[in-house]
């Protein structure tokens, strides 16, 4: 895939902060490669473009029918994170994104699966989104700062809810990326 695809591909979320997170360095070769949990990855898009980049990433997802094939250097994993008792390795990822995804019983886990210092990418959608599309579920649905209050204690690089304009029709998600406290 070239880079033009992919950037176009990828949440904005995700493109548009690189040099707010400190990625834009980390990403253009250097030895350390990123360790990356695209959770609920859906296609993968937004794996996938820190993978062409030299991330490692590990795609999660309970049905990987929709993900795009998965460089050599990654892997993907079936996972039905929202039966049973769920598990992800502890301090294992640099980052974690999740989008357009919403089980709030893997918040725990999701901040747990960070290594110090790692950063969290979430955009999901907000209560105000039931007004004028889907999902209309509650359950699927934050609210309001919800998301922040989520990762509180965390240093907050970027916060926003509201409408993204999703295509021609509003869509009213919220964003955070944030940092795992060192300690």
Same mark, same amino acid.
């Given at each position: 895939?070239?880079e033009? %695809?992919l950037? @176009?591909?990828?949440?904005?979320?995700?493109? +548009?902060? $690189?040099? #707010?997170?400190?990625?834009?360095? !980390? &990403?253009?070769?250097?030895?350390?490669h990123l360790?990356?949990?695209?959770l609920a990855?859906?296609?993968?898009?937004?794996?996938?473009?820190?993978?062409?980049?030299?991330?490692?990433?590990?795609?999660?997802d309970?049905?990987?029918? %929709?993900?795009a @094939?998965?460089?050599?250097h990654?892997?993907? +994993?079936? $996972?039905? #994170?929202?039966?049973?008792?769920? !598990? &992800?390795?502890?301090s294992?990822?640099?980052?974690?994104?999740?989008?357009?995804?919403?089980?709030?019983?893997?918040?725990e886990?999701?901040?747990?699966?960070?290594?110090?210092?790692?950063?969290?990418?979430?955009?999901?959608?907000?209560?105000?989104? @039931?007004?004028?599309?889907?999902?209309?579920?509650p359950n699927?649905? #934050?609210?309001?700062?919800?998301l922040?209050?989520?990762f509180y204690?965390?240093?907050?690089?970027?916060?926003?809810?509201?409408?993204?304009?999703?295509?021609?029709t509003?869509?009213?998600?919220?964003?955070?990326?944030?940092?795992?406290?060192a300690n």
């Amino acid at each position: 895939m070239d880079e033009k %695809r992919l950037r @176009a591909e990828a949440a904005p979320l995700l493109t +548009l902060h $690189l040099q #707010l997170l400190g990625l834009d360095n !980390q &990403l253009l070769g250097q030895e350390h490669h990123l360790q990356v949990l695209d959770l609920a990855c859906g296609s993968g898009r937004n794996g996938l473009w820190l993978a062409a980049h030299g991330a490692q990433v590990t795609f999660i997802d309970r049905d990987l029918g %929709r993900l795009a @094939a998965v460089p050599k250097h990654c892997q993907a +994993l079936a $996972l039905d #994170l929202e039966s049973g008792e769920p !598990q &992800l390795p502890e301090s294992r990822y640099d980052i974690v994104l999740v989008f357009n995804y919403l089980h709030r019983p893997l918040f725990e886990l999701i901040k747990e699966s960070l290594k110090p210092g790692g950063l969290i990418i979430y955009e999901t959608f907000i209560e105000k989104q @039931a007004e004028v599309g889907r999902p209309k579920n509650p359950n699927f649905l #934050l609210a309001d700062g919800e998301l922040s209050q989520r990762f509180y204690g965390w240093q907050t690089l970027h916060a926003f809810e509201g409408n993204v304009g999703c295509e021609e029709t509003p869509c009213f998600k919220a964003q955070y990326i944030g940092r795992k406290p060192a300690n």
